[in-house]
């Protein structure tokens, strides 16, 4: 048995009455990369963050190389030896990425009269980009001009040319594409590779499986179960996660793809920029559609097109009775509902309540006259939304931002199926939810397709897309360029052929 | 798992923070009451001051709370009220009627509020930039028309009986009252006020909500707007006259009031209405009590100095409210 | 949780110590009458807080005034506009004040009908009111009167100042406007164009000049025409671009330079350096002392500190049951010009007799007129400085 970079024992985080951690022992070693599974509220990131300096234990003891181990913050922790890339953290946006990867630290870079020599800035950020694998990205870029994936890549880089001895990657994989995440993949097999460590947090249990050598449980706070590699076990792992055998079908359980006569929705021709050209598609009542692709295939904004917030350059998109959808007005009129991938900025409003969030879009459905706004009412089609989709809250009022990823979602959810939906466009849906979540998820998605109405699913994740529509259209630089039906003989390698 | 701990914590101290502003308010006119009586001076009177002080404030605020409800600011109010008096001075004087004064004050203000937003929405700039060039502009104006037709008494004036029958406090309660109702109702049953508190918490979000952002802007704006007319009618019927400097400060008293309300700077879904009429008079409250507590002789602006750490003061405790408290996951 | 309690609690302090701290006896709101053991308490109103000639006033008022009479002076804070000096009023009213003077000119009219709707005593201080306003209310009792530059005095002082420069045969002149449409400045500037012996649109009387300064808001060259003496130069206002204008005058080397106020704090430096006599309506002070001295300050008129003395008088009298009135039973009216100082021993004179201690109207002059005196005696104290 090697002897572990870091030993954590008898760890305990409380905060305020909830006990986040009690008593938790967890050893990393050298040349692994550990997977951390839990639910939402399991400690996987309590004691992933503890570890990393971003928060302190109550009590118990950290030894780093034998040594005591009391990181004072994330940058301390980073220079000694761990560093994190988080799920939700900041880049700044109105400078360079070269100034994002060397903040606080351009003193580095000397120019004459105290200025900051940039070229030198720049090719050393060119460097540490290269280095991970990104090179399309120049150190000069302003950070406002990258997309989401890029900005991630980009701390990604920032933690790893800090060479740390242990690398915790935190839900990072959910912001990123298939080729995001290859990048990141081959970056932690080379650094498990240098007799490094690599504790990866994910929900995905496909991704850890995949990526991981040995993969650790935790629910309510403690430690379940370490898994081997040779152990993994998709159904053993999810039992030891929620704590009892799961109940049904994860997807829907039917092969035979089904819908209805009527047209729904039809795009037709459609063409934006660069990112899409020429597509057509046509969404029946009581059909799933799945798009998928690499993540600037254009399925993300054939997204929003379908409901009218973005203007494509030509082509239409219609409905079923005729009308053109020209603007989200319209679309919500055509009782169209859109779920973003951006859930937090382009879904919800965080500082709202549940409540706002879920009244908003259904306020014709209460409204007295569709004018007079009473509170009773509204609290009765709240509260239905509430327990349909057993969002876990405290009450109705409560500011969603203090929700978990899951019942986030839910929300939304609520925000859309409350208002009787007939055609909803997901656009990854169960980004950052857990499987608990996942699997309501898609109960919801097959009773709204039995009810009749339609689901648009676009998605970067093969299984679900595989898992839940009744037609699969692979997309690939703005083009449609295959389809397949539900079928039981699909299979990833054939799908990601299409897509690559 | 089990949160309830600290939710019922949070949600005790928000109920507190929500409440706070009108205890204060209550707290301020408490303390104005007593050292008032103190002091040996007339009680009535000064009541009477302090509501002529707010009302103009306070109607001019509520209709502002719209605008700053959508996450936007308007610098412009207070050279709107000045504009719309000043033409208003101007109509009354060359028709003597003041159906048509009135009718040239409400057409006025909300005729500059509805510019501006349009403005911004036609030229796809933040509306705020539009508002800082129509402040400009309108006082530049108005303080023309008003040193051109002034002359030697450097300001314009209707003649002092003709609004005299309206300066006591049973009209302005009810100006007040009337208006400050129908901005309840607007801004919290019906769904136009509901949509701009969701757009103001997230505009991306909105829009994709179906929100039309600048129809709800316009609204804003337009409430905005009476609320500019009635205060430039209110300043009338208690000065008769208009100079270049008056409502200079209403512009900045706004914002303060509506901090002092309670209500978020940023506007959002926790804006409320009542902030503009509650810290309204909580301010004029304050810079009386201080006025009073403060002898003059000590100096020129301590009482301005005071007040600004009372305000800083506010904006901390108000700001535990808004910025969010993330529960462990 | 703890903060928000903090601060309640604070406010309930503050309640406690106003409601118990102070144990100042409950002034009753009763006439003073001639009762001379009662301190007579006279709000000012005031719309300039730093300017030279209004510190000088307040020192008088708090400093001289004050400790010879048993008064009390309350100055307001800055006030911005009519609604503003109406409270004012009003909240000296409900502390039971005895009168007001008033240095801010945002709107007589109303300052006068809140006075008179709440019993207090009103003089102006400094400007007077225009024809039509002292018509209006020269017969209200409550209206002491004004004892000050008219327009007319504005006038005429521009007009000496210019005069004095075409008859010292001055051929080339910068002229500075100060802060026209400011009505005090617009009347001092038409003065100065009449009494250089320019005509402004033709007109070379004080309404017609005056008029149109208002409309042009400020000067427009070229509806200048002089005759002996010519115009190279003017500007007014105070931003980014006035010391480009100065200097454009200067680079011109005018044989004067006129101004109508401010010039001595603005541009003393620059017009000294640059060795060019220049004039001003300011204030007798030691800075203009120097300018003067050994600058190239030629020409100063200006108030002195205790010129505002009268008018207290007067306003005492009031308080006391001995108000002043012409034979008409109207409000006094009295213009005071300004005094001009054209050297250094006058200036001196009038600066060194008007110090904090031993000023112009000082205690043992201004008691002649306190008590019950004729309306022709004050004015012949008045006109006598």
């Known amino acids: ?500 | 798992m089990d949160n309830e701990a600290i939710l019922r914590k949070y949600k005790r101290r928000q109920r507190l923070i929500d409440i706070l502003p009108v205890v204060a308010l209550a707290a301020l006119f408490a303390i104005l009451v007593a050292t008032v009586q103190s002091k040996g001076y007339r009680l009535d009177m000064y009541l009477k001051i302090v509501f002529n002080e707010g009302v103009v404030l306070a109607v001019v605020a509520t209709g502002a709370v719209f605008i700053y409800t959508l996450g936007s600011f308007d610098i412009s109010l207070g050279a709107s009220t000045l504009f719309s008096a000043t033409l208003g001075v101007m109509t009354y004087n060359a028709t003597q009627s003041l159906p048509l004064m009135i009718l040239v004050i409400f057409g006025v203000a909300v005729g500059c509020s509805l510019l501006s937003s349009v403005l911004a929405s036609v030229f796809h700039i933040p509306v705020f930039v539009t508002t800082v060039a129509m402040m400009s502009v309108l006082s530049a104006i108005a303080a023309q028309i008003i040193t051109t037709n002034g002359g030697a008494v450097g300001g314009i004036s209707i003649p002092s009986a003709l609004v005299k029958p309206l300066d006591n406090m049973g009209f302005k309660i009810a100006v007040l009252a009337v208006f400050w109702l129908i901005c309840f109702f607007v801004f919290d049953f019906t769904k136009i006020g509901r949509k701009q508190k969701f757009l103001g918490g997230n505009p991306v979000c909105a829009q994709l909500t179906g929100i039309q952002v600048n129809k709800y802007a316009i609204i804003a704006f337009v409430m905005a707007g009476i609320g500019v007319g009635l205060g430039a009618f209110l300043t009338l019927v208690y000065t008769p006259s208009v100079t270049a400097t008056t409502a200079g400060s209403i512009g900045m008293n706004i914002v303060v009031a509506i901090v002092f309300g309670g209500m978020p700077i940023s506007g959002g879904p926790r804006s409320r209405i009542y902030s503009a009429l509650v810290g309204g008079f909580s301010y004029i409250l304050l810079n009386n009590i201080l006025k009073l507590l403060i002898d003059s002789n000590i100096g020129y602006g301590v009482s301005q100095i005071v007040s600004a750490v009372f305000f800083l003061a506010v904006v901390y405790v108000t700001g535990l409210n808004y910025r969010s408290q993330m529960l462990p996951r | 949780m703890k903060k928000a309690l903090a601060l309640i609690l604070a406010l309930v302090m503050v309640l406690a110590l106003a409601a118990c701290g102070s144990s100042a006896p409950a002034a009753n709101n009763d006439a003073p009458a001639a009762d001379s053991g009662k301190t007579v308490k006279i709000g000012v109103l005031v719309s300039d807080v730093s300017g030279e000639e209004a510190l000088g006033f307040r020192a008088y008022y708090e400093n001289y005034i004050a400790k010879n009479y048993n008064v009390e002076f309350t100055y307001t804070e800055q006030l911005e506009d009519a609604a503003a000096e109406k409270a004012a009023i009003e909240k000296f009213a409900a502390q039971g004040y005895d009168a007001i003077l008033s240095l801010a000119a945002s709107d007589r009219t109303t300052q006068i009908e809140t006075c008179e709707a709440n019993g207090l005593y009103y003089a102006v201080v400094s400007g007077m009111l225009d024809d039509a306003q002292f018509e209006q209310f020269k017969s209200n009792e409550h209206f002491v009167g004004q004892i000050g530059p008219s327009m007319d005095t504005e006038f005429e002082a521009g007009y000496a100042m210019g005069k004095y420069f075409a008859d010292q045969g001055a051929k080339t002149v910068g002229i500075y406007g100060a802060f026209i449409p400011n009505p005090m400045h617009v009347y001092r500037t038409a003065g100065v164009l009449a009494g250089l012996g320019c005509t402004y649109g033709g007109a070379s009387d004080k309404d017609g000049i005056a008029g149109q300064l208002f409309g042009d808001q400020g000067v427009d060259m070229s509806k200048v025409q002089c005759g002996d003496t010519q115009i190279i130069g003017y500007f007014q206002g105070f931003g980014d671009t006035t010391f480009d204008e100065l200097f454009a005058i200067i680079g011109q080397q005018p044989d004067a330079f006129l101004s109508v106020g401010m010039a001595t704090t603005f541009f003393a430096d620059s017009l000294n350096g640059a060795n060019i006599p220049y004039s001003d309506i300011d204030s007798f002070t030691s800075g203009n002392a120097a300018n003067m001295a050994d600058g190239t300050l030629v020409y100063l008129a200006g108030k002195y500190s205790s010129s505002i003395g009268p008018i207290f008088a007067a306003t005492l009298n009031a308080v006391n049951g001995n108000p002043i009135r012409d034979a008409q039973g109207n409000a006094l009216s009295i213009s005071q010009g300004y005094l001009v100082a054209t050297d250094s021993e006058t200036f001196d004179n009038i600066f060194n007799g008007d110090k904090g201690d031993s000023p112009i109207f000082s205690k043992d002059l201004l008691d002649t007129v306190i008590g019950a005196v004729s309306y022709d005696d004050f004015v012949s104290l008045v006109e006598s400085k």
């Open chain 1, 1 to 500: 048995m090697k002897t572990p970079i870091l030993e954590m024992k008898h760890i305990r985080k409380t905060f305020a009455s909830t006990v986040a951690l009690g008593d938790v022992d967890l050893n990393v070693y050298p040349g692994e990369i550990r997977g951390l599974i839990g639910e939402n509220g399991s400690g996987k990131s309590t004691i992933s963050s503890i570890a990393a300096g971003m928060q302190k234990a109550d009590s118990g003891e950290m030894r780093y190389h034998g040594d005591s181990w009391n990181p004072v913050s994330m940058i301390d922790a980073l220079s000694k030896g761990i560093g994190m890339i988080v799920q939700e953290s900041g880049t700044i946006q109105g400078v360079s990425v070269a100034e994002n990867l060397f903040l606080g630290e351009t003193k580095q870079f000397p120019g004459p009269f105290g200025t900051i020599d940039r070229k030198a800035m720049n090719a050393k950020a060119d460097e540490a980009l290269q280095a991970i694998g990104v090179k399309n990205v120049s150190g000069a870029t302003p950070m406002g001009a990258l997309d989401f994936q890029t900005r991630k890549l980009v701390e990604i880089a920032k933690v790893v040319m800090k060479d740390p001895e242990i690398l915790v990657v935190d839900e990072t994989t959910t912001a990123l594409s298939q080729e995001g995440r290859s990048i990141l993949y081959t970056l932690m097999k080379k650094l498990r590779d240098e007799g490094k460590a690599v504790l990866f947090i994910s929900h995905d249990l496909d991704e850890i499986m995949e990526v991981c050598d040995t993969l650790t449980v935790l629910r309510d706070g403690a430690i379940i179960r370490h898994f081997t590699k040779d152990e993994f076990d998709a159904d053993a792992i999810r039992t030891s996660m929620i704590g009892r055998e799961l109940q049904g079908d994860y997807y829907r359980s039917d092969y035979t793809p089904s819908h209805l006569e009527e047209v729904a929705v039809k795009a037709e021709h459609i063409s934006l920029g660069e990112a899409l050209q020429d597509v057509s598609i046509t969404v029946y009542k009581g059909e799933i559609v799945g798009i998928g692709g690499l993540s600037h295939c254009g399925m993300h904004p054939l997204g929003k097109i379908l409901f009218g917030a973005v203007k494509p350059d030509s082509g239409e998109v219609v409905t079923g009775d005729g009308v053109k959808v020209t603007s989200e007005t319209v679309a919500m009129k055509q009782a169209f509902g859109y779920v973003s991938k951006d859930r937090d900025v382009e879904s919800l409003s965080l500082t709202a309540s549940i409540r706002d969030n879920i009244a908003i879009a259904g306020m014709e459905k209460y409204a007295v006259n569709n004018f007079l706004m009473l509170n009773s009412r509204e609290k009765v089609y709240v509260d239905k939304q509430i327990s349909d989709l057993s969002i876990k809250c405290a009450d109705r009022d409560q500011a969603v931002s203090q929700l978990s990823g899951g019942n986030k979602q839910k929300v939304v959810f609520g925000k859309w199926i409350g208002r009787g939906s007939e055609v909803l466009i997901l656009d990854c849906p169960t980004r950052g939810v857990d499987i608990g979540v996942k699997r309501a998820m898609y109960q919801l998605m097959t009773e709204l397709k039995n009810e009749g109405k339609s689901i648009v699913m676009i998605s970067e994740e093969m299984p679900e897309l595989m898992g839940m529509s009744d037609r699969l259209i692979i997309m690939k630089d703005g083009r449609i360029t295959h389809e397949f039906a539900r079928s039981t003989s699909l299979s990833d390698a054939e799908i990601i052929q299409y897509m690559i």
